[in-house]
């Protein structure tokens, strides 16, 4: 592998881009793999897992590149800046970024003084070489920024490339001004709501862009001020023939206003959001013929029926936000019935799924249909919940439940399924199990489990583990954990 040309080299690392362990390990290879490696590195190099507080490096390589007179002027102000060797450095490092992480900035500044104003002018000089610098700038995180960097004398050619912009409401408008003025083809734009205002320059921001695709809102606040989120909708209205990601979730605010604007997003290939106070007829008018990803609470489960009844049956993810599935649910019978039936319906090409069910017979036979329907399917979570729960009972039940689960996999399971997830009410007794393991023979699976009702981990002691054992090692289990709760119901685990 050492021998591969660079270009290819290239793309291969471009791959592991989000893995900082392995592009760190391929610097020490070789020349050759060092000098691929170090772009990518670079390209955005404040999203690594460092410790930057704890980490001199990356802000005396920045400070490296400042002039005489600047390091000058800052150590009169009484800032601690690292010796710098006069060798020079191996690569134009700054040549390789394309981006800005505001919160890492401030971190690695408060390195050379605790002192806010002296932060303040390590930061100010940091972004002015940053706007000098860059070739472009593609992502900048602005979360807790304090320094206009558009009015830069260089910003302008830097933000006309602006690509995606992550950011929160309790920043000053004239800070998105400022950006609408430099920034009118952010692809991706998230913005975290902190601080209920009237959004004008968030307003302004969303309205010019010509080419948004991916959106993102989260409310994270107490304080209702729906009237507000009305010009937000306007706005993304604008964009309804570019926008094809949508991930949103707002506390208060007016279905009326939403609902027209989700009406208008027709392009959309992933939804994210809760519906969770939008009548029938409001959601019948949500309709997304080309949408591939979709995700929503499990305790709405009659809205995502609706939405998958009127997509275009492209579904290729439906997912239920990871939270605690025990508590009553009202229609739940009712409504997760009919949502496994509109999923083996309207999504043939489904391949991640979840599924939240109540175990009756009823239930069972529609979970059947949709596994021997859905071929497509690679990764498969199967929530049960009982809520006729009696204690006097609830032992023998959850077995028969299992049991039940575990003969329906083997019948009906299709070929492409790589693994599954099981979580709820249910337990494998060790016959069931192990007649389930013995007819996978030939395929390779993984398993993640987490039963809330047990108080330890069956699976991993006695019996269990020497069966579980066993199957691993002739290749049926490729792999078998009980892991928490959160990770087991969060298919992107």
């Not at 270009?7 to 610097?27: A, M, R, T, V």
């Not at 529609?366 to 399917?377: H, I, P």
């Not at 993984?446 to 981990?457: D, E, Q, R, V």
């Not at 002739?474 to 990770?487: A, H, M, P």
Request: negative net charge; contains cysteine.
């Amino acid at each position: 592998m050492s021998q591969l040309n660079k270009d290819i080299l290239f793309l291969i690392f471009e791959e592991l881009q989000g893995d900082s362990k392995s592009l760190f390990s391929c610097l020490m290879v070789n020349r050759l793999w060092c000098e691929t490696v170090i772009p990518i590195l670079w390209k955005n190099p404040w999203c690594y897992d460092i410790k930057y507080k704890n980490k001199n490096y990356l802000f005396a390589t920045i400070v490296s590149y400042l002039s005489d007179d600047i390091k000058e002027f800052l150590t009169r102000q009484g800032i601690q800046l690292p010796s710098v060797s006069n060798q020079p450095l191996l690569f134009d490092y700054l040549s390789f970024c394309r981006s800005i992480n505001v919160d890492t900035i401030n971190i690695i500044t408060s390195i050379g003084s605790s002192l806010a104003y002296d932060q303040f002018l390590l930061q100010q000089e940091f972004y002015g070489f940053f706007m000098k610098k860059f070739p472009e700038l593609k992502y900048l995180d602005m979360k807790f920024i304090k320094h206009q960097i558009f009015y830069f004398p260089e910003a302008r050619f830097r933000f006309e490339s602006l690509c995606e912009l992550n950011c929160d409401t309790s920043i000053d408008s004239s800070y998105f001004y400022g950006l609408a003025q430099l920034c009118q083809y952010i692809q991706r734009l998230i913005i975290l709501n902190v601080n209920p205002n009237n959004y004008r320059g968030i307003v302004e921001l969303i309205g010019v862009q010509k080419n948004l695709k991916y959106f993102e809102w989260k409310d994270d606040h107490d304080f209702p001020r729906s009237d507000s989120y009305e010009k937000v909708f306007l706005a993304l209205e604008k964009n309804a023939n570019t926008i094809n990601h949508l991930d949103i979730y707002f506390i208060f605010t007016d279905n009326h206003a939403l609902t027209k604007a989700l009406q208008k997003l027709h392009k959309l290939k992933t939804l994210i959001s809760s519906f969770v106070t939008f009548n029938e007829e409001q959601l019948k008018l949500c309709v997304y013929r080309d949408l591939e990803i979709f995700k929503i609470d499990y305790f709405n489960l009659k809205a995502a029926s609706i939405i998958i009844e009127n997509s275009g049956g492209r579904l290729k993810k439906i997912l239920l936000e990871p939270y605690e599935f025990d508590d009553y649910i009202d229609n739940f019978i009712e409504d997760s019935l009919t949502y496994i039936r509109n999923i083996h319906k309207n999504c043939p090409l489904i391949e991640y799924l979840s599924l939240a069910f109540s175990p009756s017979r009823e239930h069972f036979t529609e979970l059947e249909k949709l596994l021997k329907g859905c071929k497509n399917l690679k990764l498969l979570l199967l929530v049960i919940i009982d809520h006729t729960y009696e204690e006097s009972i609830y032992n023998e039940k959850i077995l028969e439940y299992g049991e039940i689960l575990l003969k329906m996999l083997i019948s009906s399971t299709p070929t492409n399924l790589k693994e599954i997830r099981f979580y709820g009410d249910f337990k494998f007794s060790i016959e069931a199990l192990e007649e389930f393991l013995r007819n996978w023979k030939g395929r390779s699976l993984s398993i993640l489990t987490f039963n809330f009702m047990l108080l330890s981990n069956i699976y991993e002691v006695g019996d269990y583990k020497k069966l579980i054992d066993e199957y691993k090692n002739n290749g049926v289990i490729k792999d078998f954990r009980c892991e928490s709760f959160i990770n087991v119901v969060n298919i992107d685990f």
